[in-house]
């Protein structure tokens, strides 16, 4: 079983549709990263949160720590997010500097 | 001012030739994390630098892959005698802490190696 799962691993909506991508761990962590790829580019931080939730424009992360679960939302979803999301965990296994381990990403297709 | 850089963004290798792959991070950013990115999986860790020191290379796949980062600025992985399932994406980060527990790590568009 992988230390970071994501779900769906495949997701596609309807413009404007309200959108959630989640992501289980299994670790104990000090932060959790949502992270956005679009094909053939690099990889931009959406997130970092370690409890709560934040909110970025159309975009809304929470976390719950109990129950090691994090979500990322996406409100009124347009064409241009459709892109890689990838959730990933840092302090996993006990490391002290950050390294990440991610999740294997989910498939974001938004069609007009 | 200017993100994480690699290059080059391509390669295309006959297997059992070496490679190097270079990263040149955020000036000023102590924390330097290789990651490798097979076909449609999430990245996995390969090594980490503080500076010019290697704390990390755990994740390294074998000894032919080695990573060095002399001045503590710019990076370079090599893969020696490449082998075809070395084929990946292998991205670079940075990030300004020595202890990016909870720092923001800063990517590079990623070098896509292909070993034939």
């Known amino acids: 079983k992988n230390e970071v799962e994501q779900s769906p691993q495949n997701l596609t909506a309807q413009e404007g549709e309200f959108i959630t991508i989640n992501c289980s761990y299994s670790?104990?962590?000090?932060?959790l990263h949502w992270l956005q790829q679009h094909p053939g580019g690099g990889i931009v931080s959406l997130f970092m949160?370690?409890?709560g939730k934040k909110k970025h424009g159309r975009l809304i992360a929470t976390i719950n720590i109990q129950e090691k679960h994090s979500s990322l939302h996406i409100t009124a979803s347009h064409p241009r997010d459709s892109a890689v999301y990838i959730c990933a965990v840092s302090n996993a296994g006990g490391t002290s500097y950050g390294k990440l381990t991610f999740g294997q990403g989910t498939i974001l297709t938004v069609h007009p | 001012g200017a993100g994480v850089s690699q290059s080059p963004r391509y390669k295309v290798a006959k297997r059992g030739q070496d490679v190097a792959l270079r990263c040149d991070p955020i000036s000023g950013h102590v924390s330097l994390f290789w990651y490798q990115q097979a076909l449609g999986q999430g990245p996995e860790f390969l090594t980490y630098?503080?500076?010019?020191?290697?704390?990390?290379k755990s994740g390294l796949p074998s000894d032919r892959f080695f990573a060095e980062r002399p001045e503590g600025s710019v990076s370079t992985l090599k893969i020696q005698r490449t082998q075809q399932e070395d084929s990946a994406v292998y991205l670079c980060a940075s990030s300004l802490a020595p202890i990016a527990l909870r720092e923001t790590q800063y990517f590079g568009p990623g070098t896509r190696l292909l070993v034939l």
């Open positions: 949160l370690s409890s």
């Open positions: 670790v104990g962590i000090s932060a």
């Open positions: 630098f503080q500076n010019e020191a290697q704390l990390d």
